[in-house]
């Protein structure tokens, strides 16, 4: 029996791309012959999976989940839209977010996490790919909780219970009436998924998100072609009016178009007989911050054939 080591369960991964743990169990079941374990990989539709690594995966769904005062939203992605109405993988996404209530927003953790009677999540995952065809990615997971409150979930326009292309979570701190909460909870998270806020409060937002603004604001200004101490003025106007429509409890409450969030939630307190608290939110839209390719068909065409494609014309 050759020996099983760091080194050889690397080779086995690099050339079938199968998870570290799979490649270790197929050399332990192979007695460490690498062909044969390339080959045990390949029968239980691992290595098959592996090679659909490369494609990306920018499609998929996003899971909530909710259980007394915590919740979990996740992200599971897939190359097509297709999939995403394939009933196992919206169980998989489904049991993943009720796993992520215990695990949090460790996205390594939930992976190594017990899959209900398949393994791990990853190994599921793995298996998933085999059978559905497509490559699959657990990108993401975060996790929200309140001491005394509501944790309230929301999916904007959601394809089964609990699964869609945004999900969001809306975390209330408060004594009050919880019934009353939940209907607030459930309005807020409506706003946050419309409104897509950067942070809870202006001072909260991205220092190189600002800093971004600011130069934007200061190229504008310039133009105006104004005494630098009036130019300042308007940058720093510009940033505070920023700030005010990218912060939640800033922004114009969506159901009234008026009324700043802060004082919805305000007013509710006064109907509760309890102070309310934002304790934070957390919004996943599916395939946010992933670079979409998009297929140049004419131009792989021509390029192939030594020819350069006609350019389009715009009538």
Not at 104 to 114: E, T
Not at 269 to 286: E, H, M, N, S, T
Not at 287 to 309: L, N, Y
Request: charged letters at 25%.
């Amino acid at each position: 029996m050759a020996e099983i080591t760091a080194a050889t369960v690397k080779e086995l991964r690099e050339r079938t791309g199968a998870g570290m743990m799979d490649c270790k169990k197929a050399l332990g079941e192979t007695q460490g012959d690498m062909e044969a374990a390339i080959d045990w990989l390949r029968t239980k539709g691992l290595a098959a999976a592996a090679k659909k690594a490369g494609r990306q995966a920018a499609e998929g769904l996003v899971g909530v989940a909710v259980r007394g005062t915590r919740g979990a939203v996740v992200e599971v992605n897939s190359e097509t839209d297709f999939v995403a109405k394939n009933d196992q993988f919206q169980e998989f996404v489904r049991t993943v977010a009720t796993l992520a209530l215990d695990t949090g927003s460790d996205v390594d953790a939930l992976k190594a996490a017990q899959y209900p009677g398949a393994g791990t999540v990853e190994e599921k995952l793995t298996g998933n790919i085999a059978t559905i065809g497509e490559n699959q990615s657990l990108r993401r997971a975060a996790l929200l909780e309140v001491g005394d409150g509501v944790v309230v979930s929301y999916v904007h326009n959601a394809v089964s219970v609990g699964l869609g292309k945004i999900g969001v979570l809306v975390a209330l701190e408060s004594t009050g009436d919880k019934a009353a909460l939940e209907a607030l909870g459930k309005s807020l998270a409506m706003h946050i998924a419309a409104a897509n806020p950067l942070a809870l409060r202006g001072e909260d937002l991205d220092p190189q998100l600002i800093e971004r603004e600011r130069s934007i604001a200061l190229e504008k200004a310039k133009e105006s072609g104004k005494p630098e101490n009036i130019i300042e003025k308007m940058v720093e106007g510009a940033l505070a009016k920023f700030r005010k429509e990218m912060a939640f409890l800033s922004q114009l409450f969506v159901m009234d178009n008026k009324t700043k969030v802060e004082d919805v939630v305000a007013a509710e307190a006064k109907k509760v007989g309890a102070p309310i608290a934002v304790a934070g939110f957390v919004r996943f839209q599916l395939g946010e911050g992933i670079e979409k390719k998009v297929d140049d068909f004419a131009a792989e065409v021509a390029a192939a054939s030594g020819v350069a494609p006609k350019p389009e014309t715009v009538a």
